[in-house]
């Protein structure tokens, strides 16, 4: 599913660039490959994943703020800075000085996600990190990543990622 959504995203054949976030990533998978480390298929599995996560991060429409028009960067950073607020379309309209009608047919077309769709993956990249870099419980990282209860959080997590939290933890997906 990830690789759809960036072929979709960037095309079958994509240009990076020399300091980009992906060739360190591809270097380090590529390092432990030549070096002979292979390890097992989770830790395969576990390379392949961050792969795919540092592509999708450089490609994915509207992740870049540097590249939107200044009223839906600002909208975009206002989210990145009150992720854990109970912030919705109105507010980020109002941030980028616009309705919340034509807020939503720009962003739309600037990021190629609706405002709801994008503060809902912001905030499950937030909870995927939370859950690889803290011990804490679903409750508090759904309360950090901006979600108002947990049985939401988990149901919306399992549509970005096709895991549960407690699955996607476990894994070392990441």
Do not use: K
Request: net charge positive; hydrophobic share 40%; glycine share 8%.
């Amino acid at each position: 599913r990830l690789w759809r959504e960036l072929e979709a995203a960037a095309g079958p054949v994509v240009s990076i660039s020399p300091g980009s976030p992906v060739v360190s990533t591809l270097s380090r998978v590529l390092g432990r490959i030549v070096s002979g480390e292979r390890g097992s298929e989770f830790e395969a599995s576990r390379d392949a994943y961050a792969l795919t996560m540092s592509l999708l991060g450089e490609f994915h429409p509207g992740q870049t703020a540097q590249e939107l028009r200044p009223p839906i960067a600002r909208a975009v950073q206002f989210c990145r800075r009150h992720l854990a607020e109970p912030i919705g379309v109105p507010q980020m309209a109002a941030e980028a000085g616009y309705s919340r009608s034509h807020f939503t047919r720009v962003f739309a077309c600037e990021t190629g996600l609706s405002p709801a769709q994008f503060l809902a993956q912001l905030r499950v990249r937030e909870a995927a990190r939370l859950l690889r870099d803290t011990p804490r419980g679903l409750a508090g990282i759904a309360y950090d990543s901006g979600f108002s209860d947990t049985s939401y959080f988990c149901r919306v997590f399992r549509r970005h990622t096709g895991l549960s939290p407690n699955e996607f933890r476990r894994s070392g997906m990441y």
